[in-house]
């Protein structure tokens, strides 16, 4: 039996497939208790090799999450500069100057040696709602709003995740335990009781778009946005990915016929 | 490396040079006139694919550090910051943090290889020992690393890795104390992981130069086990080797880039996206999946110091292989019952991975009547694994040796390669 040079490269065909197969089946298993029942999928513009965001719902999520979101929770490493860059909502710089300014921002000293207010600018990160953690749990029960900068990526199911949680408060099901006071059932959250009360209703964003806001449409938007804020390079790295991945098929390509030149003699 | 050269300088320069500092003739008896078996197979194109691995990881690594900060209130940021600002920076780092996993991948099929065909054996034991050297050295280094970024993974492997040195009597507690440089997880812990994550992949390097020295003076094992008679059963390094290696090499990139590209957190952990909080305990620790197995096997003992020794077994036992093994005859493909053992253990192995990453009291399935049965856990199942892995290595290895018949051997490899034409 003699092996054909295809045959011969069977190694790295077994070597991705079990990889491949350990990271498509580990994820979800270590999570605690597997897939989260409550989780819904949605197919995001994003997902995928040639994924990209959706301007339009970009700029709705962003509304979204500066009406809604930013009440409670920071996102203290995204700045105003990088909503007018290539591969996000893309406002233009002026909006972005005048998004930035409707802010008080902390500056200074000055030369008084004065700290002072000034309106923000395109280099400033989102201002928080809260000075610090304490601050935060001392106006909101005890419970701390996380920072939303990573959210999507701290979390098993990203911005699906997200969008769940946004709609699953429901009613507790028949026969669920009885949700503690100052808690609230959520579907999709772990152990179903979430201290955030529900933070979007339908028809609480005015969309300037004229997109129908329904809670559905809020809650999709506002997670591709927080899909966004924690990858903010997703459509680069599609973008390369594509290019290197041509470049090193037709370099195999070129090295297997290279390699069956080389071997000619010895066969 | 050794044996003779047959390098001739060309000129008068290269005379010159030669006969001060032969570094042309080293790399010309290294990597070019080296002879390699002809029968040499793909998966004996892994030792070239780690050489390319350590050296993207020590590229992205040093441009990484460039702007990374070993600061506890600061490590979390300026990640991200190389994540948003810094010039392909997020390019640098998911090449890095993916690097590791391709890394280790390279790593277990070379050393699978190694099993496979018996390249422990005789005389190439220093060689084998020098490769199970950079393995531990590669843990560590992965250890150190993925403390780094500072997430709550990163803090809470560190947590449970130097709490394992507490189990040990007496000093243990003052051991990792030590480790920590002071009384809990901080910025001196942080600082020096950094360090020693630095230097490590250097010490890679050294132990790499070794290997490669002891493989050039015993010379590549070959599918057959069998040792080249001559010039008939080689062929020069270069082209031939070099050919088979860069495809090698660019089909791994292949896999490589995919993760990069289009799945870089696959192989991560998402508590690892979260700043690492002192105060919260994440639901599930578990360390990345290359170390699972070894997290198996700590767990499956029921006793602390017990479990820490046997997991720290499981690496030593690797040291002894070449005089644990009795067998006379190198290459699983004249050794029917090895070879079926060898599938088995693999398996054991993947089975430990995938133990190390549920929770331990997971049931997988229940024994017996519904009242009175028991439930067989994950701690069950890791503990049957366990008893293999070492069961395989301690009393499998000098046992089969003893009562295989092994199959007959070719007479040289070109008389098995032309054998297995004709058939």
């Known amino acids: ?267 | 490396m050794s044996g003779h050269s047959t390098y001739k300088p060309s000129n008068g320069f290269t005379k010159w040079i030669d006969s001060r500092l032969p570094i042309v003739r080293l790399v010309h008896d290294a990597g070019v006139s080296y002879p390699t078996p002809k029968n040499l197979n793909y998966w004996w194109t892994f030792g070239g694919i780690l050489t390319l691995c350590l050296g993207i990881q020590i590229i992205t690594g040093i441009v990484l550090a460039m702007h990374y900060i070993p600061q506890t209130d600061l490590a979390f940021a300026s990640v991200e910051h190389i994540m948003r600002d810094v010039n392909y920076g997020w390019l640098l780092r998911y090449v890095h943090a993916n690097g590791a996993s391709m890394f280790f991948i390279a790593v277990y099929v070379h050393m699978f290889r190694g099993l496979y065909y018996g390249s422990y054996k005789a005389p190439r034991e220093i060689l084998w020992i020098l490769g199970v050297l950079i393995y531990v050295l590669m843990m560590a280094s992965a250890f150190f690393g993925y403390v780094l970024p500072w997430g709550q993974m990163s803090f809470w492997g560190a947590t449970v890795i130097t709490n394992l040195f507490s189990a040990i009597p007496v000093v243990g507690q003052s051991i990792s104390t030590w480790l920590w440089g002071g009384y809990a997880i901080g910025d001196p812990t942080l600082n020096r992981f950094f360090s020693l994550h630095y230097l490590f992949p250097f010490l890679i390097v050294g132990v790499v130069v070794l290997h490669i020295w002891a493989l050039h003076v015993t010379g590549q094992n070959n599918p057959t086990g069998v040792e080249p008679k001559g010039d008939k059963d080689t062929v020069p390094f270069t082209p031939y080797a070099t050919a088979k290696d860069a495809l090698g090499m660019s089909l791994f990139l292949i896999l490589f880039a995919y993760f990069v590209f289009f799945n870089p957190l696959g192989l991560g952990d998402v508590a690892n996206s979260e700043i690492a909080n002192p105060l919260k305990t994440p639901p599930h620790i578990v360390p990345e999946w290359y170390l699972l197995p070894f997290y198996a096997i700590l767990r499956a003992v029921p006793d602390k110091l017990g479990g820490v020794l046997l997991m720290f077994s499981a690496i030593a036992v690797l040291f002894v292989l070449p005089w644990l093994d009795t067998s006379k005859v190198r290459s699983a493909r004249f050794r029917p019952i090895y070879k079926q053992f060898f599938w088995l253990h693999l398996i054991v192995c993947i089975g430990l991975g995938w133990c190390g990453a549920q929770t331990p009291d997971l049931v997988i399935t229940h024994v017996g009547s519904a009242e009175s049965g028991i439930n067989f856990t994950v701690t069950h199942l890791a503990r049957i694994l366990s008893f293999y892995y070492f069961f395989h290595f301690i009393i499998l290895f000098p046992l089969l040796g003893l009562i295989e018949k092994p199959k007959p051997l070719p007479e040289s490899i070109s008389a098995s390669v032309l054998g297995t034409a004709k058939s």
């Not at chain 1, 497939?17 to 994820?27: E, R």
């Not at chain 1, 004065?114 to 600018?121: A, I």
């Not at chain 1, 390509?253 to 080389?262: F, H, M, P, S």
Request: with cysteine; aromatic share 10%.
């Open chain 1, 1 to 267: 039996m003699k092996m054909t040079m295809i045959q011969k490269l069977a190694p790295f065909a077994a070597v991705a497939a079990l990889t491949l197969g350990v990271a498509f089946s580990s994820a979800p298993a270590q999570a605690e208790g597997g897939e989260n029942p409550g989780l819904k999928h949605v197919a995001w513009s994003f997902d995928g090799p040639f994924g990209t965001y959706d301007r339009s719902e970009l700029r709705r999520g962003y509304k979204v999450y500066k009406e809604v979101c930013s009440t409670c929770h920071s996102m203290n490493l995204v700045h105003f500069r990088n909503l007018s860059e290539k591969g996000g909502p893309e406002f233009s710089e002026a909006e972005v100057k005048a998004l930035a300014a409707g802010y008080q921002v902390q500056d200074g000293p000055n030369e008084q040696g004065e700290m002072f207010e000034r309106p923000g600018k395109q280099s400033d990160p989102f201002p928080a709602p809260y000075p610090n953690e304490e601050a935060a749990r001392a106006a909101l029960g005890g419970a701390y709003p996380p920072d939303m900068s990573l959210l999507v990526k701290a979390r098993e199911g990203g911005a699906s995740y997200i969008y769940s949680i946004l709609t699953g408060y429901t009613t507790p099901p028949a026969g669920a335990e009885a949700v503690p006071a100052g808690l609230h059932y959520n579907a999709a959250f772990p152990g179903n009781h979430i201290a955030m009360p529900q933070p979007l209703n339908e028809g609480q964003v005015d969309y300037d778009d004229g997109t129908p806001n329904t809670l559905d449409q809020e809650a999709k938007d506002v997670s591709a946005f927080l899909a966004w804020a924690s990858e903010p390079k997703l459509e680069q790295r599609h973008r390369l990915g594509f290019q290197v991945m041509v470049f090193l098929i037709v370099l195999s390509g070129l090295l297997y016929t290279v390699v069956r030149k080389v071997w000619s003699d010895q066969h």
